[in-house]
């Protein structure tokens, strides 16, 4: 998809066991169960690399669905895999 735009600046903020997550999360709260993949996919596309979500939304299924092909595309860069 398209090339991120200013995600990449986006300060990190450190928790408590040292680890840093950017301060700037893509929100699936409200966003309909069928439509939460696609939501993840493009977010990440874009350059988004927090997701904020919790079990109460409902649409957890959605959103493993939008960050496995993520996950895929990394480790087949990574390793050269297919």
Partial sequence: MGQAVGVSNVPSIELNDGNHIPQLG??????PPDDTADAVKTA??????HIDTAEM???EKGVGQGIIPFFEQAQHTFTGGG
């Fill in 26 to 31: 893509f929100g699936v709260f409200q966003v």
């Fill in 44 to 49: 990440l596309d874009i350059g988004y690399r």
């Fill in 57 to 59: 939304y409902q649409n």
